[in-house]
């Protein structure tokens, strides 16, 4: 995928919407330093190139109780396409899991769970074993506490200015 061209504009229309996506049509084209319909016409630009894949709200998860963060290393059995598929159709369905990606090295998967607490987590992963989805080994790691925990790109070392 070739980096699509954007120029110092675009970049900080992109960092605006990432750091508020609830900024004001007035206020984002006031940061950036242009009328209000070429910012419109450029913010709706970057959304249909695909750059923008939506707008979220950013939830607190201690202003709903405790909860317990957990990190999973996933070893699978068998290394077919249809073992990895199978294992990723079951993370998909359940909420609990809010983070998965496929790694290259070691182990196959590292899984970011939240759960309620420690047990809530472990029956999730005693029904993962008993699905027999292909887990060969699993190890836990708990998060004690989060030192940073950012969504947003770091544009200014990923884009170079057309």
Partial sequence: ????RLDAIDIRILAEVQREGRITKLALADRVGLSPTPCWNRLKRLEESG??????AHLEPKAFGAFTLVFMEVTLANHRQHDFDRFEKAVRALP????C????GGI????????????????M???????EIGIDR?????????VKDGTALPLDRLVDPA
Wanted: aromatic residues 14%; neutral net charge.
């Fill in 138 to 146: 699993y190890f836990t790691y708990i998060v004690t506490r989060s």
């Fill in 96 to 99: 609990e899991i809010v983070g």
């Fill in 101 to 104: 990606w496929s790694l290259g």
């Fill in 108 to 123: 196959d998967y590292l899984v970011k769970v939240i759960a309620r607490n420690i047990d809530t987590y472990q029956r």
């Fill in 1 to 4: 995928m070739s980096q699509p």
């Fill in 125 to 131: 992963v005693d029904s993962l074993l008993e699905r």
């Fill in 51 to 56: 750059l923008i894949a939506g707008y979220h």
